[in-house]
């Protein structure tokens, strides 16, 4: 299917933009099943983004289509009935601006999303359940076991109720709500469809604090989503691999910060990707950025004291006025915003060389960083330094 709706995000109405955005990203999540929708659904789409019908109208329409036994059978070959059913009830979720954050929330999302497809939407499982994933090499992550799931999702809503987002920067936010994702994601209390409702459900929960989220990442990088969602949630100590949210803060990152963070699922594979192995063709939708290597300016366990002070000087040396997070990341060379933050930008932080131009707003997404007092003795230091020699 040709993608015959990005020609709106360039659209001068903004309601077009918006709508078309959502149903792309409705569209995009269909990916992380290996389902595509039809060219049918998507010139349904189109017509209610220009306005010849309402969301609520093409469901109608798209639930008449399948009415027809022959058509139904045949597109239940591919489930193709499936992405195009799902992604217009994903699209007027996502339209509407009500939302509750509750465990009860999270099972009318499924409910609404697979009605009519699968006999248990928004049902709990009642068994465990295995899955082989690709990123993991047949491996599967460890759900959570069905005789505790209400418990569960009970105790991660009302531990994530309690935590506040204010007066934090963005990275922990960012951090923090990774990581709440990722344990929704783990616990899986549905048979099938979790990635799809825990994307809907994360969506909607941005929105409620405040976050403007670009709908088309998830269009652009749903399979990248699912693979971050594995790592996030995968551990084998035996084999030095253990779980980590940076995949998934990248993709948070993109969305929520407008950042280009390189989005290739490939470099999630557990044990590194090599051109020309099983796994390496075993991917269709290649869409994140190498995490196990690191470049000359990033930090390794060995030489982490040394490559944190020249981490420090570093940044020192290129922060030039008032400078973003990105300007200065391009400055220095380095791609990796978590690496970046961790041993560039907070230690400097904290030595008090560099400080925010907007700390009373940590968040806020026009922050830029610049030299304090001592910020610019230090570059005077150093620069003295060199010029005799010293290193």
């Known amino acids: 299917m040709s993608d015959d709706l990005s020609e709106y995000l360039r659209a001068k109405e903004p309601g077009k933009v918006e709508l078309a955005g959502i149903w792309r990203a409705a569209i995009g999540l269909q990916k992380v099943d290996g389902l595509t929708p039809s060219a049918y659904l998507v010139e349904t789409a189109r017509r209610n983004i220009e306005g010849e019908m309402t969301i609520a109208e093409a469901g109608k329409i798209i639930g008449e ?54 006999k248990h939407a928004g049902r709990i499982r009642d068994y465990n359940i295995t899955k082989n994933e690709w990123v993991l090499k047949g491996d599967t992550v460890k759900y959570a076991s069905y005789f505790r799931l209400v418990e569960t999702i009970a105790f991660d809503f009302a531990e994530e109720k309690k935590f506040s987002y204010a007066s934090i920067s963005m990275d922990e936010v960012i951090r923090h709500f990774s990581k709440f994702i990722a344990g929704i994601w783990q616990i899986h209390p549905f048979g099938e469809g979790n990635t799809r409702t825990t994307s809907v459900f994360a969506i909607k929960y941005l929105r409620t604090l405040g976050f403007d989220v670009n709908n088309d990442i998830f269009y652009d990088n749903s399979y990248y989503f699912r693979n971050a969602l594995v790592r996030a949630n995968y551990s ?67 030489s982490r004291a040394m490559a944190l002070s020249r981490a420090v000087r570093r940044l020192v040396d290129v922060l030039d006025g008032e400078m973003s997070r990105a300007k200065i990341m391009k400055a220095i060379g380095i791609k990796d915003r978590v690496t970046f933050a961790d041993y560039y930008l907070a230690p400097a932080l904290k030595l008090g060389l560099v400080e925010m131009t907007q700390p009373d707003s940590p968040r806020s997404p026009t922050q830029k960083y610049r030299l304090t007092a001592k910020g610019e003795r230090c570059l005077h230091a150093e620069a003295r330094r060199t010029r005799r020699g010293e290193k």
């Open 65 to 118: 289509y399948y009415k027809s036994k022959a058509v139904r059978a045949e597109a239940a070959k591919t489930r193709t009935d499936e992405a195009d059913i799902v992604s217009q009830h994903m699209t007027e979720i996502l339209a509407e601006p009500t939302f509750s954050f509750s465990p009860e929330q999270l099972v009318s999302i499924h409910r609404r999303l697979f009605e009519g497809i699968y």
């Open 236 to 302: 084998n100590i035996p084999r030095g691999i253990e779980e980590t949210t940076e995949y998934l803060e990248r993709f948070f990152h993109n969305a929520l910060m407008g950042e280009e963070n390189k989005l290739q699922s490939r470099y999630l594979l557990v044990g590194g990707w090599q051109e020309g192995s099983p796994h390496a063709s075993s991917e269709n939708t290649p869409t994140s950025k190498p995490a196990v290597t690191p470049t000359s300016n990033e930090v390794t366990p060995a």
